[in-house]
Nanobody, 115 residues
């Protein structure tokens, strides 16, 4: 089993920044893809960003140029640096990892952008 623990969410003013972290533990040999989705109230869970084992990345158009995903394999941790945050970025952010073909999700961390 793989456990994911997210941290770094909170309340931030428009234009501000936050850094989310997601640490994986358990049977994590063979971690491949790591990434983030988000879910706003009353909406479906949407893709945000992903980073592969070769450190190649992919972003949703809505966050390109504002968010940066990175990973530290030694710590089995994926990060999401979010800048120029806007109210429409308000959501619960979920991290995920794929391990040997299985997908594991974190419990989610709330990000609220409001003045």
């Amino acid at each position: 089993q793989v456990q994911l623990v997210e941290s770094g969410g909170g309340l931030v003013q428009p234009g501000g920044s936050l850094r989310l972290s997601c640490a994986a533990s358990g049977t994590i040999f063979g971690v491949n893809v790591m990434g983030w989705y988000r879910q706003a109230p009353g909406k479906e869970r949407d893709f945000v960003a992903t980073i592969n084992s070769d450190f190649s990345t992919n972003y949703a158009d809505s966050v390109k140029g504002r968010f940066t995903i990175s990973r530290d394999n030694a710590k089995s941790t994926v990060y999401l640096q979010m800048s120029s945050l806007q109210p429409e970025d308000t959501a619960v952010y979920f991290c995920y990892v794929t391990v040997l073909g299985s997908v594991y999700w974190g419990q989610g961390t709330q990000v609220t952008v409001s003045s």
